[in-house]
């Protein structure tokens, strides 16, 4: 094959469909021992069950001087196809993803990876791989699709290399921020809304299906699809719905008004809801079918620039970062505490929230700690 070595395993040997695969050998006779040995090595694992990739990157390796001229044998004859498939099995079969999130949010990271692979400079280690799914973003460092791209295409490289589907030559580096990259600028970060902020907006808000659905978001800090899993047992408001994600899956949580927000027990949420008095939303697609109509809110839109003036922006988590932000700051409920009530791992909880901890916050806390302090030193002066 151009000079080189072609390996032909029958399709009786293969399982039903016959496969070849180029060696990184010259078809000459200085390397017929070596080609020799090579082939019986290869066949020996491979009817012993080993991967036929995996034994000829065990058995037929280039040598370093020659490995830029003929390093790609083992590039080309991954089939990239079956492994994305391989791998979209094993997320679902393992319950770690839904066929829903495979769709929305992995199969579209793959199609990238097929286009790098499938390009003209076809990438024949991780690093290349991980380089050639980034041009995309190049203008970008640091965004979270870029993120996205490089999280996913390492988890399938890491995969690939633990199932011993890829040679242990294509696992992922440890340290992926360089194929991150870092913002630039940070002022896209999502911030808490304020408080009056929330009030202003329900009463901005004429329709009484999408006010209710709002109030419900801000007074529990719900996620936005979580408006479509709830329900009321034994007299209290629930949601049943269960995200999955690499730290497993969440559960059924009772939601808690926090005891500083007075303005949200005066709403008795817990009496006014019912399914039927929700807005239409699409399953699934309720943090976009809710986004579109609070885009057409004319205050919404009026403090989504006052926000973006200040460095912030404003979203519909924003809801659920201010509840997280009164927790901590207002009640000084522990972080532990706050993530049960919020339905996700402290870890999460510590990643997402602790942006916030500015010093003004640092500050208010040490007060309030030395006032504590010092109250109980008199209580215990008084007592002696």
């Known amino acids: 094959m151009r000079g080189r070595v072609l390996l032909n395993v029958s399709a009786s040997a293969a399982g039903g469909a016959r496969q070849q695969r180029v060696l990184p050998f010259d078809w000459s006779a200085s390397d017929r021992q070596a080609i020799h040995t090579a082939v019986l090595a290869i066949h020996a694992d491979f009817n012993d069950g080993v991967p036929l990739d995996l034994a000829i990157e065990t058995h037929a390796r280039v040598p370093s001087t020659e490995s830029s001229s003929i390093g790609v044998t083992v590039s080309e004859a991954i089939n990239w196809s079956q492994l994305i498939q391989g791998f979209k099995d094993h997320k679902l079969s393992s319950g770690a993803i839904k066929q829903s999130t495979w769709d929305d949010m992995y199969w579209r990271r793959m199609s990238v990876i097929l286009d790098a692979i499938g390009g003209k400079r076809r990438p024949t280690s991780s690093k290349q791989l991980l380089e050639a799914v980034i041009e995309s973003w190049k203008d970008r460092p640091g965004s979270r699709g870029r993120q996205l791209q490089v999280q996913f295409t390492a988890a399938l490289l890491r995969w690939g290399v633990d199932s011993e589907r890829l040679p242990s030559s294509w696992a992922p580096p440890l340290d992926l921020s360089i194929y991150v990259g870092r913002k630039r600028d940070e002022r896209g970060v ?78 008795q949420l817990e009496k006014a809801f019912r399914p039927d008095r929700m807005p239409p939303m699409r399953p699934g697609h309720g943090a976009e079918d809710l986004g579109t109509y609070m885009r057409r809110r004319p205050l919404w839109q009026q403090l989504r620039r006052e926000y973006e003036e200040k460095g912030e922006k404003l979203v519909l988590y924003s809801c659920r970062h201010g509840y997280a932000h009164r927790a901590h700051v207002t009640c000084e409920l522990p972080p532990k505490v706050v993530a049960a009530a919020m339905g996700h791992s402290v870890e999460t909880h510590l990643a997402a929230y602790s942006r916030w901890c500015g010093d003004d916050v640092v500050d208010d806390a040490f007060a309030k700690a030395e006032q504590r302090l010092a109250h109980g030193h008199r209580a215990q002066s008084s007592a002696a």
């Open 190 to 267: 999502t911030t808490p809304i304020d408080v009056s902020h929330v009030l202003d907006l329900v009463q901005a808000i004429s329709d009484p299906r999408w006010r209710l659905a709002f109030q419900l978001m801000a007074a529990y800090g719900l996620r936005p699809e979580e408006l479509q899993h709830l329900e009321i047992q034994k007299g209290q408001l629930w949601t049943t719905y269960q995200k999955v994600s690499s730290r497993g899956r969440t559960r059924s949580r009772v939601l808690r008004l926090l005891p500083c927000d007075n303005w949200a027990q005066e709403w």
